[in-house]
């Protein structure tokens, strides 16, 4: 890889890992200071939207080459992340306040800090091999917990909200159906869609584990 390129990667992996870091910093501190987890969304919402969205730089780099992650894994993750936050969370703010955003914001927060601070480390060579284990085993529980808990079960109460408002109708307008249907459907396939994902995750661990239990035999 181009020393340019490295660079560029180090910066951005470093500070999505602070960017996230953050987050959970305002979600835990919220939850301490009031004794709630209700305001998980009022305290960092804004910075995860962000963070999100900066996120499709992953799939350009996948795009170009520049990673060997390829554009749809990336691409499916990034989407279903960002519909969720600004399709969904932002735009019906009767569920900010349900604990599943507090799940959400948990998992995904845990989940991105170790996620980026490993692709940092890699960028300079130089990964502990505690942060590669973290990598490819914190997912096997915190997935799970920010797919069904957080993201799916908010997504179907959101439904009868969405349905009531007529939520995107313009958008929707020149379409066969509404966005209601159409988050009737994603909620039935996100399990599926979501356990692609999952199992891929699986495939890269055994690869990467076993990849790093040779480096320390030798």
């Known amino acids: 890889m181009p020393p340019l390129s490295r660079l560029y990667l180090l910066a951005y992996n470093s500070l999505q890992a602070i960017g996230w870091a953050v987050s959970l910093?305002?979600?835990?501190?919220?939850?301490?200071s009031t004794n709630s987890i209700n305001g998980a969304y009022a305290s960092a919402g804004g910075l995860i939207g962000l963070l999100q969205i900066v996120a499709f730089l992953e799939v350009i780099h996948g795009a170009v080459g520049m990673v060997p992650s390829g554009v749809l894994l990336p691409l499916m993750q990034w989407g279903g992340k960002t519909h969720f936050l600004l399709a969904v969370v932002l735009k019906v703010g009767e569920v900010q306040q349900l604990p599943s955003v507090f799940i959400t914001f948990f998992?995904?927060?845990?989940?991105?800090?170790?996620?980026y601070s490993h692709h940092a480390f890699n960028c300079i060579g130089s990964c502990p091999s505690w942060i590669t284990?973290?990598?490819y085993t914190a997912f096997i529980v915190l997935y799970p917990i920010g797919m069904g808990p957080g993201e799916l079960w908010l997504m179907y109460q959101a439904l009868p909200i969405v349905?009531?408002?007529n939520l995107y109708a313009d958008?929707?307008?020149?379409?066969?159906?509404?966005?209601?249907?159409?988050?009737?459907?994603l909620i039935l396939l996100y399990p599926f869609l979501w356990l692609k994902l999952y199992l891929h995750l699986f495939k890269q661990r055994r690869s990467k584990l076993s990849k790093d239990h040779e480096k320390k035999r030798k």
Do not use: D, G, H, M
């Not at 998992?107 to 996620?115: F, H, K, P, Q």
């Not at 958008?171 to 459907?185: D, E, Q």
């Open 107 to 115: 998992a995904w927060s845990i989940t991105e800090v170790i996620r």
């Open 133 to 135: 284990y973290l990598r």
């Open 25 to 32: 910093y305002r979600v835990l501190s919220n939850f301490v």
């Open 163 to 165: 349905k009531k408002k």
């Open 171 to 185: 958008v929707f307008a020149s379409l066969p159906f509404s966005y209601y249907a159409f988050l009737k459907v």
